[in-house]
């Protein structure tokens, strides 16, 4: 229990005042001595040669020689304090009359206001340093406050206002002094003096001047002890409300209250000379202080109730005993041995107060709004009884019938309140008596139970008795009838009454046996009771488990979608790499065209070239033929031209080939490049689709599995055990399906890409074996060419030779033009050769770009598909761990259930047991044996004769029977033999 749950005691500090002038004078011994320090009071003094000497310890303790500024100071400022902080204070003084209450409260109050620098005189009591200190803690923090001050006098249980404005009315003085204000409950569980004058004061100053305008109308009366002794209790409370602000911004009022009672003298009314008209006032003020002494009685005593409705001054106070106010009590004691008895007394009583103990609560802060509303209705409420006052449509009745009626509803409120009380008390007292009448009916069913029992044994032992009696009467019969036997009689009559007398050992046994049976019931009821809390801790946790199994399905569900989420980004980032090297392919062929391009250009320019340089020297050789014409025979000639007309006819022929084949070339290459475009096209739109269908394959496969998940998890709450099995192996079947869909998807896309590689390869190799074949078609033809063109620049020469004589000048022309055609002819060769060479090279070149892609490309698609498998892996692993983690889980429980139906059972079957080998017990010890204990009565043979009637063998008893012709003494010797008999030996008999 917290420090403020048990409360906190009432703090009590004692202050012993010095001698007085008239006891210095009259030379007083002093009885009291106080010790600051040790906080410890004694009073030691002899009287009538009786010795007191006694020591009580308090809070606080100020002697004679402790200022007003030290009690102050040490004892009261924390209390103030408080009061700022928000909580309700009251300091009480109590004392004898003249022991300085009123000068530790008020102190030398027509002095105590403040000087020029703000301080006060040295004597100012606690209420003018209190004042000051509110005022200066609330200047210097600056705050927005409001202090509100009310100073009342009870006095004969009559409460009067001590601010109430004088009025100028006809009334004589005595009549205004009695005035009386009533007090009312609140309806907050607390009271309120009516009509109390509530001064709101902005300074110090201003509660001084009220202060001592009220210490002015107070009751005073002369006693023989002193002569401005107070005989009324007087109340000054302080109400301070302070403005504050929220980090929020909102506007809290915090509210503490702090109240002052100085209490009228505590003695002896004899002592203190009151007579006649003051004996009433004596016996009220008595019965206010009689009624706080019987107050802290019952709070130190605990006392289920506290009579603080027996006075207005506890009525009053009520808060401040036992209640949610901080109190603080000064007692205050004269050190002079006439006061002894008071001393004494007020030690006492004071010690006995040290014993209350409040339970200090902070005032709850308003809200600014709610308390403005308060106000409102307040003024309302004020504003219809001014009205009502006003207008004389109220409700009016007498005086005397309204103190009347509000002593009777006083009178009601005790009785309510007491009616209470007995009804509390009754309560308590039905339940006690319900509890002990429920015990009276368990014990009564306990004792039918046993009654019930007992008498089925006794029912059974009466019938055993009564057949026994049957066999005495019946063995006695015998006995008259034959004489002879009489000794064998008598023996077989001990014999019976031993039997009885065993029978009824074994009854008392029986009896025993029932009791700790019982007892033993008892005890398994017990245990039955403790397995049951067995039962319910285990139930409990099991709930608790399912709870955490649930939790842990839960998390697996959300882990589950944190790593189909992964896959989602992997996924998302496979087919980036995948787009990023399909663009890189893309970039790649167009690169290769552009190649293609520029080559087929080159080739075009080099024939152009070519075709150029050819026409440039056919037309040299036909102007070279012309203006050699007329130097050359005309026969010769024209057979020449002829020849050259042919010449240059198959030359031009052989040309226009060549540019056909290079033509064919160039389209066969665009169809190549073409071919190539629509392949990486093909790879393109198989590649989004194989993203698409990836894509849509995943998001199915999420959906699918998210759904299978919830409602796995569903069910796996209601029938954990099978349904987790059965989640488990859907789940890895789901999983391994999607694995296997997917190993197959990629398994496809890597055979159809592999598919498109080498059918791209293929087209490749065979554009390559084209290209080649061209090319050698190319340097075949323009071999054939070269050989035809040797061929007639041989013709050409041998015509020159014959035309050598004739065209000297032209054979020159005839050399040059075959120099320049031979020169042309090489250049041509070796173009064509360099061309072909480029576009081998550029062929290859290609061939390894689009096999370091595809080799790129594989090398990515293998990697990304690897890690796929690598992440499915992983979180396949997870997903087992978490269901192998809720399977041990479960497997815990069904072990734990599975260890405690164990041991229930075993629990279970040793009580079974117990229980049958006592009532095993019980009926073996009903069997007549020769081990059970015999108790006999005084005519009952000794066990010696018992014995030796025991010992006798069975068959020469049987036999003398029979020689006899004795049946009853033959049963009599077996009843003698009753260890060889059974269970129901004389049936057997019979
Ligand atoms: N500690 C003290 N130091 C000096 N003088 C004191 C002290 N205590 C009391 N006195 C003086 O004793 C006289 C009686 O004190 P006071 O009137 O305060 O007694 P009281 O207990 O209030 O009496 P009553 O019950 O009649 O009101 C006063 O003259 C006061 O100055």
Not at 408 to 430: F, P, S, T, V, W
Not at 450 to 459: F, R, S, V
Not at 849 to 878: G, P, T
Not at 887 to 906: Q, Y
Request: with cysteine; hydrophobic share 35%; charged share 30%.
């Amino acid at each position: 229990m917290s420090q403020k749950e048990k409360g906190v005691n009432v703090q009590v500090l004692l202050r012993c005042r010095p001698f007085s002038d008239d006891e210095l004078r009259s030379n007083a011994p002093q009885v009291v001595t106080c010790n600051d320090h040790m906080r410890e009071v004694a009073v030691s003094q002899n009287i009538a040669g009786k010795h007191i000497d006694r020591v009580f310890t308090f809070d606080k303790v100020f002697g004679p020689s402790a200022r007003q500024k030290d009690l102050y100071d040490q004892a009261i400022i924390p209390i103030v304090n408080e009061v700022l902080e928000g909580f309700n204070c009251t300091i009480f003084a109590y004392g004898q009359t003249g022991t300085g209450k009123t000068y530790t409260m008020e102190g030398e109050c027509k002095r105590s206001k403040s000087g020029p620098n703000g301080e006060l005189p040295a004597e100012a009591g606690v209420i003018p340093r209190a004042v000051k200190q509110i005022f200066d803690t609330l200047e210097s923090q600056n705050a927005e406050y409001s202090v509100k001050v009310t100073f009342l006098e009870l006095y004969n249980e009559e409460i009067t206002d001590l601010l109430a404005p004088e009025e100028l009315s006809k009334v004589s003085l005595e009549e205004k002094q009695k005035k009386q204000l009533p007090l009312m409950e609140d309806g907050k569980g607390g009271v309120l003096v009516r009509g109390l004058e509530e001064e709101i004061v902005t300074s110090a100053n201003e509660i001084f001047t009220l202060l001592e305008r009220g210490s002015a109308k107070r009751r005073t009366a002369e006693t023989l002890l002193n002569k401005q002794s107070s005989r009324s209790h007087s109340l000054f409370s302080i109400t301070i409300h302070i403005k504050e602000a929220t980090p929020e911004g909102e506007e809290l009022i915090k509210c503490g209250k702090l109240n002052l009672v100085d209490l009228a003298g505590s003695e002896n009314i004899s002592r203190s000379g009151a007579r006649e008209g003051r004996a009433r006032e004596a016996g009220e003020i008595n019965k206010s202080l009689l009624t706080l002494g019987r107050v802290i009685n019952a709070l130190v005593e605990h006392l289920g109730h506290v009579p603080y409705r027996d006075s207005k001054l506890t009525r009053l106070l009520r808060d401040s005993l036992g209640g949610r106010t901080k109190t603080c009590i000064i007692a205050t004691v004269s050190p002079a041995v006439h006061c002894l008895e008071e001393t004494l007394s007020t030690l006492d009583y004071a010690h006995r107060a040290k014993h209350i103990k409040n339970k200090p609560e902070v005032n709850q802060k308003m809200m600014k709004s709610t308390l403005i509303k308060d106000l409102y209705g307040e003024i309302e409420r004020l504003k219809a009884e001014v009205y009502a006052t006003r207008e004389k449509n109220g409700v009016y009745i007498p005086k005397d019938r309204y103190y009347q009626e509000e002593s009777e509803k006083k009178a009601m409120a005790d009785q309510i309140e007491q009616m209470g009380l007995r009804i509390e008390n009754h309560q308590k007292q039905y339940d006690e008596l319900n509890g002990r009448y429920i015990e009276q009916v368990q014990q009564c069913s306990d004792l039918s139970n046993k009654l019930d029992t007992t008498q089925k044994n006794l029912k059974k032992t009466s019938e055993l008795l009564a057949y026994t009696e049957d066999e005495l009467k019946k063995f006695q019969y015998t006995v008259k009838e034959k004489d002879y036997i009489i000794s064998e009689q008598k023996k077989a009559e001990n014999a019976l009454a031993h039997q009885a007398c065993v029978l009824r050992a074994d009854l008392e046994k029986a009896l025993q046996d029932n009791a700790s049976l019982f007892l033993k019931i008892g005890r398994e009821d017990k245990l039955s009771s403790d397995n049951r809390a067995v039962v319910n801790n285990f139930q409990a946790e099991l709930a608790q488990q399912v709870g955490y199994l649930c939790n842990t399905v839960a998390t697996s569900l959300s882990e589950q979608n944190e790593h189909l989420q992964c896959v989602e980004k992997l996924c998302h980032s496979f087919l980036g790499v995948h787009d990023k090297v399909v663009l890189d392919l893309r970039k790649k062929v167009a690169d290769l065209r552009n190649l293609y391009i520029s080559h087929i250009e080159a080739v075009q320019n080099v024939v152009r070239l070519h075709k150029a340089g050819s026409d440039d020297v056919l037309e040299e050789l036909a102007s070279l033929i012309s203006s050699n014409g007329d130097s050359i025979q005309e026969s010769s000639l024209s057979t020449q031209q002829g020849e050259l007309a042919v010449f240059a006819r198959d030359l031009r022929n052989r040309f226009n080939v060549s540019v056909e084949q290079i033509k064919d070339i160039s389209d066969r290459s665009q169809e190549f490049v073409d071919k190539l475009f629509k392949e990486s096209k093909k790879l393109e739109d198989f590649a989004s689709e194989a993203e698409q269908m990836q894509m849509n394959c995943i998001a199915d496969f999420r959906k699918s599995f998210e759904e299978q998940s919830r409602s796995d998890s569903e069910k796996l709450i209601a029938d954990m055990t099978t349904l987790v099995s059965d989640h488990i192996r859907r789940q890895m079947d789901l999983v391994d399906e999607k694995l296997v869909d997917l190993r197959q998807s990629s398994v496809n896309s890597k055979t159809f890409l592999d598919k498109h590689v080498s059918t791209v390869g293929e087209i490749m190799s065979h554009a390559k074996r084209k290209w080649e074949s061209f090319c050698v078609q190319a340097e075949k033809e323009n071999k054939d060419t070269a050989d035809y063109s040797a061929a007639k620049h041989c013709r050409m020469e041998l015509l020159m030779q014959q035309s050598v004589s004739t065209a000297g000048s032209a054979l020159e022309h005839v050399k040059s033009t075959h120099k320049a055609v031979n020169e042309k002819g090489s250049k041509h060769v070796s173009a064509s050769m360099s061309l072909i060479s480029n576009a081998r090279d550029s062929n290859e070149q290609h061939d390894m770009e689009i096999n370091s892609a595809r080799v790129a490309a594989e090398e990515d698609v293998a990697k990304n598909s690897e890690d796929l498998y690598e992440q499915f892996d992983v979180m396949s692993a997870q997903e087992r761990e978490s269901i192998a983690g809720m399977l041990n889980v479960v497997n815990n429980h069904s072990n734990t259930l599975k260890t405690f139906r164990e041991d229930h059972a075993g629990q279970a079957a040793s009580i079974e047991d117990k229980a049958r080998e006592t009532f095993q017990q019980h009926y073996r010890d009903y069997e007549p044996s020769g081990n059970t204990p015999v108790r006999c009565e005084p005519d009952v043979p000794s066990k010696g004769t018992i014995d030796s009637l025991r010992s006798l063998p069975m068959e020469s008893l049987l036999e003398e029977f029979r020689e006899n012709n004795s049946s009853e003494h033959f049963e009599a010797a077996k009843e003698l033999k009753p260890s060889l008999i059974p269970r129901s030996p004389l049936s057997a008999l019979n």
